[in-house]
């Protein structure tokens, strides 16, 4: 491809997660998404594999067992010129290690709000990765045909709770039962929700009264959002594309994902600002940009048995450079090997289709067979790339695990390595007795841990709860093995370095007192 050709390609791409705290509407947004690419035919279909009657990409067992998203993937399709790709985050908050990852691997995010509730803890966590990133960040307020919080409440949240200013793109008329509209101030004018029919267009005249509907025109609830709107073009915020562009300012869409009111909307002026692919930063401090000729990405994610009819794994790679070619030989960053990437998958939605091409900002599913981690960069060519790290999350929780047949030890080391490289939960080993201790952000993952090693490697695991701990890193040169107490168990990571599992706060400060000179970290 040709560097003109790979700049164009390069800016149809439109890469994006949905946030949102659980039932606020994503799985339901997502599916009006999907209708729009034509990629789905019926409402209800994504819906179903929340209840696990639609194996729409093989959910594993689990997801569709308690119906909630554990695993995050890939949908890919295009619209309006547009190739767009949704990675999915898992909502629960057990999962968020994960979902922050996906988080890197985006270009901006569709945060959905229901706006009976407002904003509530999930949405707030998750916005607050979005922010760190600095990505833009576009706010859809959902089940308008509900009745909600006062509209102007809903934006003083965003104002107060997330410190985000707030551009409002339109208005709801009337809520719930009587909802008759959304003034679109984008578009100047005003979307007319007719229940089960498809929404009617009125546009509006330059003093902003409805052009050849009389009935609008008339309609008290319409005046009075009139009168809101103008309040927010004198006392607003001004749209502003550079803030957007920072996640200083988030476009703000009301509707109704359910009764796809103002969905169509949103997407199509979600798509005129989101940004395309952009630049990534390396380890080096340099950047490499979307349209550079040197093939890149990193993975962002690994996952086991997809389907478990094939004992895949895959690891997910977020391209950042260059074109991708099936077969190519590429360098693994870390390890300085190169590997060739023959096995490739695409994830749209219901397929599992070879990839033709890909560029920066799509995402590709390579099969694995033990040589990724996360984090890891793969590029092609010179000079070398290694891109930034991904985030760690110390755990908090800690459970010792082992196997309860011991003859079976063979699958229990198999499973525990998979599970752990695949970055779900964190592997320990403790110093004096080298019992396994498994660390993770919550309760589920353990929970998810148990379910899989049962089932993809056929090993029953007893897991004892250790209950909360605070984990510090230590030097290895200032480590003398008596520090350790009941207090403070000394165990090794995955790469060998010592860490302590403090009790509580407490004993951390006492061992601090203790050891004035010896340093402690809370991540590596
Ligand atoms: P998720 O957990 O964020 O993926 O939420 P879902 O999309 O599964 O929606 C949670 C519940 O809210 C479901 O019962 C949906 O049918 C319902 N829901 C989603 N969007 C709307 C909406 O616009 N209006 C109404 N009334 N209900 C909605």
Redesign the pocket.
């Known amino acids: 491809m040709d560097t003109q050709k790979l700049a164009d390609e390069v800016e149809t791409r439109r890469t994006f997660a949905i946030i949102?705290h659980?039932?606020?509407?994503?799985?339901?947004?997502t599916e009006q998404l999907l209708l729009f690419g034509g990629v789905v035919r019926e409402a209800g279909t994504v819906?179903a594999r929340?209840t696990g009657n639609f194996a729409k990409s093989d959910w594993m067992e689990i997801e569709q067992k308690r119906g909630i998203s554990v695993t995050s993937s890939v949908m890919q399709f295009d619209y309006a010129g547009k190739r767009i790709n949704i990675l999915d985050t898992p909502?629960h908050e057990d999962f968020s290690e994960d979902t922050y990852r996906t988080l890197m691997a985006v270009d901006s995010a569709v945060m959905?709000i229901d706006s009976a509730k407002g904003i509530e803890p999930q949405t707030k966590k998750l916005f607050q990765i979005c922010k760190m990133r600095g990505i833009p960040i576009f706010t859809f307020m959902?089940?308008?045909?509900?009745d909600g919080r006062d509209p102007m409440d809903l934006i003083d949240q965003l104002e107060e709770v997330l410190g985000i200013e707030a551009y409002p793109m339109n208005w709801p008329i009337g809520m719930g039962k009587t909802l008759t509209g959304i003034y679109d101030r984008f578009n100047h004018r005003v979307e007319k929700y007719n229940h089960a029919d498809d929404s009617t267009l009125v546009e509006l005249d330059d003093d902003d009264n409805p052009i050849n509907d009389s009935e609008l025109a008339e309609d008290p609830q319409f005046k009075e959002t009139r009168d809101s709107v103008e309040l927010l073009e004198m006392a607003g915020n001004d749209f502003d594309q550079e803030k957007i562009a920072k996640g200083d300012q988030t476009p703000v869409f009301f509707g109704?994902?359910?009764?796809n009111f103002g969905v169509k909307t949103f997407f199509d002026a979600y798509l005129k600002f989101a940004p395309a692919p952009g630049e990534h930063k390396t380890q080096e401090d340099t950047v490499v940009a979307p349209t550079a000729e040197q093939f890149s990405g990193f993975v962002f994610k690994i996952q086991a048995n997809m389907n478990p009819n094939h004992r895949d794994r895959i690891a997910f790679v977020r391209i950042c450079s260059g074109e991708f070619e099936k077969g190519m030989d590429v360098n693994l960053a870390r390890t300085d090997k190169k590997i060739r990437l023959s096995n490739v998958t695409e994830f749209m939605a219901n397929t599992r289709e070879n990839v033709q091409t890909a560029v920066a900002g799509d995402i590709i599913g390579l099969y694995d067979t033990g040589n990724f981690q996360i984090g890891d960069t793969i590029f092609t060519g010179k000079p070398k790339i290694n891109f930034e790290k991904l985030p760690q999350f110390t755990p908090e929780l800690f459970v010792r695990v082992a196997a309860k047949n011991v003859m079976k030890q063979k699958s229990f080391h198999k499973g525990i390595q998979q599970l752990v490289q695949e970055g779900a939960v964190q592997l320990y080993t403790s110093y004096s007795t080298n019992d396994y201790i498994l660390g993770a952000v919550g309760q589920l993952q353990f929970e998810v841990f148990q379910f899989r090693m049962q089932n993809e490697y056929n090993s029953e695991i007893t897991m004892e709860p250790m209950g909360k701990k605070t984990a510090r890193w230590i030097d290895p040169d200032q480590l003398d093995e008596r520090m350790s107490s009941s207090r403070n168990l000394l165990v090794k990571d995955r790469n060998g370095d010592p860490l302590f599992l403090f009790e509580n706060q407490f004993a951390l400060r006492w061992f601090e007192d203790k050891y004035p000179d010896v340093k402690l970290t809370a991540k590596l």
């Not at 959902?142 to 509900?146: C, G, H, I, V």
């Open positions: 949102s659980p039932d606020a509407g994503k799985t339901t947004i819906k929340k909502g959905v959902n089940k308008l045909d509900r109704s994902a359910l009764v």
